[in-house]
């Protein structure tokens, strides 16, 4: 970047920092491409100088930017290639075909080295779209789920995979149960349907206990990915749980909520809401705080009401805190009516903290 004299501007110059008020308002945010208005009204408001981007810089990002491409391009490909083959594999499997579930195994450790050859997968915020149920993409979606957030906590390498075979297995029962569970909360349902639903954990478990290319511990997970700390879940009752136990559980939880399978469709923020009301009691505090902060609360496009009576849109996420996303807003409140109308007004929730969030509107 270099600090320019507002009179050198040029139109399509590029943002390289914000440029703000004394007291602190945006006026024009890092990456705004400017128009003559905007230097117009930049030199009304007494504003003599403003970083852009060089022409160097840019040349290093496009290279940059390109790589990021290449590599997405690439993450994709991987996670379409896995999708398809384990989908194949759970919809053709039955009990005498075990070897077709040992496939699975691969498909673990090429998505884990997609994952690796990102960090900024794991290190970064986390957007999980609201979707409809469907079983075999919630396999994969926790599998991958799963893996990261072991990452995150700095699990051993060897850990990571045998949780991510047993998300892959997890439900795996549920292909011999007849009950319907799209959408459902389970607690609605007569106790014997109820009773039938809970028995797909000790189905699935059956299904490999034999299998000798399982860990003990990748079959407890299949086993107990429906328990807690508290004794509360099923089939056992069991309240000593693993940390990869817990992981899978508290991921599953998550991923029923807000596809909808078992559970009545909930929006993300709902979903975190919950898993902080029962950390510490079900689950490990350490993987619950870990999973919000991974998971954005408010994916791109959400509408919120902020303290001010400001309305705005989701444009990007916070870098570090998954509830303070970046919001452009659209209808001004008492803190905002001041910026400029030629500005565009985004507030960096993490940063300025005098704005909360109140409520999510719906479109």
């Not at 690439?74 to 398809?84: F, G, M, N, T, V």
Request: glycine content about 4%.
């Amino acid at each position: 970047m270099k600090l320019t004299d507002v009179n050198c501007l040029k139109e399509n110059d590029i943002i390289a920092d914000s440029v703000m008020t004394d007291d602190y308002q945006i006026l024009l945010s890092k990456g705004a491409v400017l128009k003559t208005e905007y230097i117009d009204k930049l030199k009304e408001l007494g504003i003599r100088e403003v970083y852009i981007e060089d022409e160097f810089n840019n040349d290093r990002k496009s290279s940059v930017k390109k790589a990021e491409i290449e590599i997405e391009k690439q993450y994709i490909q991987i996670q379409e290639d896995c999708a398809k083959r384990i989908t194949e594999i759970l919809k053709q499997y039955i009990y005498d075909q075990e070897e077709k579930l040992s496939g699975l195994k691969q498909s673990v450790n090429e998505i884990l080295f997609s994952i690796l050859k990102k960090p900024q997968i794991v290190q970064n915020v986390c957007e999980i779209q609201e979707r409809k149920p469907d079983i075999y993409e919630h396999t994969l979606n926790l599998c991958c789920t799963s893996m990261i957030i072991a990452l995150r906590m700095d699990m051993d390498k060897d850990e990571v995979r045998q949780l991510g075979t047993a998300a892959l297995l997890h439900d795996l029962g549920l292909r011999y149960t007849t009950m319907k569970y799209e959408n459902i909360e389970l607690n609605s349902l007569s106790v014997e349907e109820q009773e039938e639903y809970k028995k797909h954990t000790v189905y699935g478990y059956s299904a490999v206990s034999d299998a000798d290319w399982l860990t003990e511990q990748e079959k407890k997970m299949i086993l107990f990915h429906h328990e807690n700390l508290a004794g509360l879940g099923y089939p056992l009752h069991s309240d000593h749980l693993s940390v990869l136990t817990q992981i899978l559980a508290v991921c599953e939880i998550m991923d029923e909520m807000i596809c909808g399978i078992g559970h009545k469709r909930r929006k993300i923020w709902e979903v975190l809401t919950y898993l902080e009301e029962i950390k510490g009691k079900f689950y490990y505090e350490d993987i619950i705080d870990t999973i919000c902060e991974f998971i954005a609360a408010y994916p791109v496009g959400t509408k919120l009401v902020l303290n001010d009576g400001s309305v705005g849109i989701v444009v990007k996420q916070g870098e570090k805190d998954s509830r303070r996303p970046v919001v452009q807003i659209i209808d001004k409140g008492e803190k905002t009516k001041d910026i400029s109308k030629e500005a565009v007004t985004l507030i960096h929730l993490e940063k300025e903290r005098e704005f909360q969030i109140i409520k999510v509107q719906e479109h």
